[in-house]
T-cell receptor, first 110, second 116 residues
Framework: RKEVEQDPGPFNVPEGATVAFNCTYSNSASQSFFWYRQDCRKEPKLLMSVYSSGNEDGRFTAQLNRASQYISLLIRDSKLSDSATYLC???????????FGQGTTLQVKP | EAGVTQFPSHSVIEKGQTVTLRCDPI?????LYWYRRVMGKEIKFLLHFVKESKQDESGMPNNRFLAERTGGTYSTLKVQPAELEDSGVYFC??????????????FGEGSRLTVL
């Protein structure tokens, strides 16, 4: 079983749509949670950290449910520029050893 | 400020040959990491340097892989001899050591390795 599981998609949505990605993790000792974004053939970049209380950054909202070991990312009012692969990432330490999910691909169409 | 740079961007070698990948982290970043993504799989941790010391090399697949960071600046990852299953994208990342870890690693664009 993978340590971090994501639906690979692809998710094809029209501009302006709301789309949600989910992720589950297996290690209950995980301490830190993130969403990274990766454009095609580019490097992963931190999109946002995920906190237990939930957090929002503009059109992006991240939620964490520790009891269910479940993380989500909601994107509202999708833009063409949101097309990318979204990587669910967890860490059980503060050393930079990150555990990645396989990524969920989003394609936003005009 | 320059980001993390990796060289070469793409390398094609035959099974049994040797390849050396280089990573230049962001200036001032003590932490340097190697990750790799093989086809169809997730990005996986290989190892972590703090300055010139190996902090964690638990992700190194076997002794055909050798990573160095002499002087605590750039790092190299050598694969010798290369096998078919080593094909993939090797990412380097760096971060600074601060009082509060934000979880943000700065990745390079990766070195794509193809072993034929």
């Amino acid at each position: 079983r993978k340590e971090v599981e994501q639906d690979p998609g692809p998710f094809n949505v029209p501009e302006g749509a709301t789309v949600a990605f989910n992720c589950t993790y297996s290690n209950s000792a995980s301490q830190s949670f993130f969403w990274y974004r990766q454009d095609c053939r580019k490097e992963p970049k931190l999109l946002m950290s995920v906190y237990s209380s939930g957090n929002e950054d503009g059109r992006f909202t991240a939620q964490l449910n520790r009891a269910s070991q479940y993380i989500s990312l909601l994107i509202r009012d999708s833009k063409l520029s949101d097309s990318a692969t979204y990587l669910c990432v967890v860490s059980s330490s503060n050393t930079g050893k990150l555990i990645f999910g396989q990524g969920t691909t989003l394609q936003v169409k005009p | 400020e320059a980001g993390v740079t990796q060289f070469p961007s793409h390398s094609v070698i035959e099974k049994g040959q040797t390849v050396t990948l280089r990573c230049d982290p962001i200036s001032g970043h003590d932490n340097l990491y190697w990750y790799r993504r093989v086809m169809g799989k997730e990005i996986k941790f290989l190892l972590h340097f703090v300055k010139e010391s190996k902090q964690d090399e638990s992700g190194m697949p076997n002794n055909r892989f050798l990573a160095e960071r002499t002087g605590g600046t750039y790092s190299t990852l050598k694969v010798q001899p290369a096998e078919l299953e080593d094909s993939g994208v090797y990412f380097c990342a760096s971060s600074h050591t601060g009082a509060r870890w934000t979880g943000e690693l700065f990745f390079g664009e990766g070195s794509r390795l193809t072993v034929l």
